[in-house]
């Protein structure tokens, strides 16, 4: 890859804010000189080591990389037989024991994550020099008494001595005949020796050995004559102890250099794990996935494609599909400045960088990429004085450097191709270009505002056009990258954007009309179609959203009536049971009477009621069949036509649809015509022309009348609870209101009275959770106050 051409993309940037994610010196150093892959298979494995690499992240699990920091030169000296520090043997023990553990914890997930393990596998199994090291050390650096039972004699010998020492010296301090001899009451070191400030004109007085005087020379730093055999003691233990110390870093130090090359392998696989952690991160920052690694001749299919530098900074970027597939071999990109073309372009180039060395790309899964072996880019030519280069020179410099190299396994992109000069002149420059790079073999992108450029792809198929959008009504760029048709400028538009005076804009665009500029005209007009039939699809998407939402609407109004239609099924089969056990009852009873005092009269009494129990019970099961026959089939939505069957969910009833109109239909129910959406109406099976809104209160009346059973009187509409039990006045009232409800009645009365207040209070619960109570209120003065219950049925 040319050095030039990744600065152009950006590269350095990209491997920067990979090395930040780094964790080790080593590993950062690493993602700042980041490798290409030397092939597709490379980079293919190298692209599936980050997906594990992921997939472990997001169990919320970090590798024990531990504090490795730069072993480097510790190890290097130690190979070469240097004695290292304390710090450095610290930093060999930390780079062992996160090998240890690194290799330890990765173990257990060699089968789900073999190519981690694969680096992971040669680590150091055990961490001997790491708890040497780390016995003989402590954190802070120095070497711990435990290091050697010599080492913890010697300096034992040494506190001693200094205790010893304090104790003489401050004995010294407190003699009176010591203390006319002092310039203060006070004891120092100096040279590891106790010394007293002795005052010069007493040297003779204070016999001893003189280690140091004040600048003013009034004062001598003086060791006591009777701690001078002391003192020697001191250094001589002092000495020892330092050489025992030695002794300990250069036994640690010689078996740091016998294991050099191992822990040299350890931190090369550990950077390349903290490498990889950081490019899983980067991944999961850039939302990044694995592109497919294809052939060249296939091309490339980016999706959702963003600008990675500009998803890092944080910016709002809009995602763009892009795709340069046979037979095409160059994708022309236009547009208004400052619309994303040349970030389109670039984020294609550094995808294709990324991909050669082993990293996920900011786009959708299911792309596809090449495995480049070069990307060229002129992006940010700009001329130089000192070397007599203008603009369009340098430019055409790094052409014709990219057109020297560019072949088979090219990818070339080239921002403002041929501008800067005469655009004739240029545009016929720039298609010759185009042809020879595409000649080669290579795939190109460019950007450019020539129209005779973008008209290329109307007469060869070897090019395509793209565009970056623009609002023409808010007059400003969308950022969004629209295969398959070029783009106009927009320059005139973005002269007013920027606020140049209306006279000139308007001007300008005079003299572009007079002057002929049929393309870019057509081209705005097709823009601003593009626009109206966006917001036309817009509009109907909306629509056809809220048609589904309807849709699903009524299915769920049809769903509820048809669980209501089984919860009152199942009460009708449930009052059904209670009466047949009732029934069975007073059979028992009669038969139990007529066994105990059998006679003519109440034989045949017994045989009137049996007949009339079975005529009801007969009866009753017609009534059933009938109504679970009656239960209409519905059928699709879509069959809501004129002439059609259907219910009207919100109404209860049905009708005959007469005219179907946008979302509303108008339906006869019986003697009435009512306009309702089409969401309130669940289409039926059956003949359209017995659709009523419902039956009539007298249809009701004489259905129930003839359900009743034979010789039984017809009940009033009062129904007397007092005295019940709460679940007796329950069972009594569900059976009174199912009665007149089916009877057609539209008000009853419940006498309750008024007692402590619990059969008044149960009945109202009741009321209030009823299917067929309309509303429920108390009696009036003349009906009772409220010691009634007035009930509204529902119709």
Known sequence: MNDRTLAELGWPELTAALAARCRLPAGARRAAALPFQP??????????????????????????????????????RAARGGVLEPAALLLVAALERAAVRTRATLAPRAAARPRLWALAEGLSERAGLADAIERAVDPSGAISDRASPALESLRERVRGLHRALKNRVEALLADAEMERNLRDSYFTIRNDRYVLPVLASARSQVPGIVHNASQSGQTLFVEPQPMVEMGNELSIAAAMAAEEEQRILRELSERAAGRAGALGGDLERLAELDLLEASARLASELDAHPPEIGPVAEGFSLLSLRHPLLVLQGKKVVASDVRLEPPRRALVVSGPNGGGKTVSITA???????????????????????????????????????????????????????????????LVLVDEIAADTDPREGAALAAAILEELATKGALVLVTTHLDELKALALSDARYGNARVGFDAERLVPTYQLHLGTPGSSSALEVARRVGLPERVVERARAALTGQGGALGEALRSLEEERARIAAERSALERARA???????????????????????????????AEEVE???????????????????????????????????????????????RSVPEALPASEIRPGARVRLASLGGEGEVLEV????????????????????????????????????????????????????????????????????????????????????????LVLHGHGTGALKASLRELL???????????????????????ISLKR
Do not use: N
């Open 39 to 76: 092939d597709a298979a490379a980079a293919r494995e190298a692209l599936l080591r980050v997906e594990e690499a992921r997939a472990l992240g997001e169990e919320r699990f970090a590798l024990p990389l531990g504090s490795v920091g730069a072993v480097e030169e510790a190890l290097d």
């Open 348 to 410: 294609v180039g550094l995808s294709a960088c990324m991909a050669r060395a082993g990293l996920p790309i900011a786009a959708a899964a299911g792309s596809r990429l090449p495995f480049f072996y070069e990307v060229r880019a002129a992006v940010d030519e700009k001329g130089d004085l000192s070397r007599d280069l203008s603009t369009f020179t340098a430019h055409l410099t790094a052409v014709r450097e990219i057109m020297a190299g560019a072949g088979e396994g090219s």
């Open 546 to 576: 809220q048609a589904e939402a309807s849709a699903k609407a009524a299915a769920e109004r049809e769903a509820e009536a048809r669980r209501a239609e089984r919860e009152a099924a199942a009460r009708v089969a449930r009052q059904m």
């Open 582 to 628: 009732a029934a069975r009852q007073v059979v028992s009873d009669l038969l139990a009477e007529v066994q105990a005092a059998p006679t003519v009269r109440k034989v045949s009494e017994a045989a009137k009621q049996l007949d009339a129990w079975a005529a009801t019970m007969e009866k009753a099961e017609k009534v059933a069949a009938a109504q679970a």
């Open 661 to 748: 109109q946008g979302g509303e239909a108008l339906v006869q129910a019986g003697p009435l015509r009512i306009r309702r959406p089409l969401a309130d109406l669940i289409p039926l099976r059956g003949k359209a022309a017995s659709a009523k809104l419902g039956k009539s209160r007298e249809e009701k009346l004489a259905r129930a009348e003839e359900a009743r059973p034979a010789g039984l009187a017809l009940s009033d509409r009062r129904l007397d609870v007092r005295g019940m039990r709460v679940e007796e006045l329950l069972r009594a009232v569900e059976r009174f209101l199912d009665r007149l409800y089916s009877e057609g009645e539209a008000e009853c």
């Open 768 to 790: 209030s959770s009823s299917p067929y109570v309309a509303a429920f209120r108390p009696g009036d003065r003349h009906e009772g106050g409220d010691a009634v219950t007035v």
